[in-house]
Nanobody, 123 residues
């Protein structure tokens, strides 16, 4: 079974930046299409960004385009989410997701999920 370990969450002022990391454990010999989702209490999970296995295709939610960048280091088998110009509306628990396929999806249909990391943006 694959486990996803997330890190990088925290408290930041509006306009600041954070960098989230997600590293799969277990079958790390397999490269995964990966994505980031976020969720606040009482709301459904929201797609944020995705990247395919090769790292040459990415997708972003309209709400984060131009501010967030998803990337990956296949040597380390790690995916990153660079979050710039953060807004209070970005406050949420951010979840890493992975699937053992070439294509990344913008839906929540992923095989593996991380435990989530809290991102709080103050005004």
């Amino acid at each position: 079974q694959v486990q996803l370990v997330e890190s990088g969450g925290g408290l930041v002022q509006a306009g600041g930046s954070l960098r989230l990391s997600c590293a799969p454990s277990g079958r790390t010999s397999i490269t995964y299409a990966m994505a980031w989702f976020r969720q606040t209490p009482g709301k459904e999970r929201e797609f944020v960004a995705a990247i395919n296995r090769a790292g040459d295709w990415t997708s972003y939610a309209d709400s984060v385009k131009g501010r967030f960048t998803i990337s990956r280091d296949n040597t380390k088998n790690t995916v990153y989410l660079q979050m710039n110009s953060l807004k209070p509306e970005d406050t949420a628990v951010y979840y890493c997701a992975a699937r053992p396929y070439n294509r990344a999806l913008v839906t929540s249909t992923y095989d593996y999920w991380g435990q989530g990391t809290q991102v709080t943006v103050s005004s």
